[in-house]
Nanobody, 115 residues
Framework: VQLVESGGGLVHPGGSLRLSCAAS????????MRWYRQAPGKERVPVAR????????YYVDSVKGRFAISRDKAKNTVYLQMNSLKPDDTAMYYC?????????WGQGTQVTVSS
């Protein structure tokens, strides 16, 4: 089982990034997918969630209207489009797959928002 995140980097406030998480080794279409983030010295917290069918999404209040989660069944990939980025969005972003008590994590990708 692998979850490989990519797309992080350094961006100015107000900028955009798209994170990707490529999944392999499990039945991607069965799993609920989530993005979490962890800022230095803070706990890892959920940011966005998408259902296994891709028909339901959830966002933490702080990113509503700025972030969008999506998934591509053909590519076994989940995305996080991040717009209007703020310095408070600076964190390591992790991809998570969950189904039936199976819980998988990626290694994370760093997002830094700074002028």
């Amino acid at each position: 089982v692998q979850l490989v995140e990519s797309g992080g980097g350094l961006v100015h406030p107000g900028g955009s990034l798209r994170l990707s998480c490529a999944a392999s080794g499990f039945t991607f279409s069965t799993y609920t997918m989530r993005w979490y983030r962890q800022a230095p010295g803070k706990e890892r917290v959920p940011v966005a969630r998408i259902s296994s069918l891709g028909d339901t999404t959830y966002y933490v209040d702080s990113v509503k209207g700025r972030f969008a989660i999506s998934r591509d069944k053909a590519k076994n990939t989940v995305y996080l489009q991040m717009n209007s980025l703020k310095p408070d969005d600076t964190a390591m972003y992790y991809c998570n797959a969950w189904w039936n008590n199976n819980d998988y994590w990626g290694q994370g990708t760093q997002v830094t928002v700074s002028s």
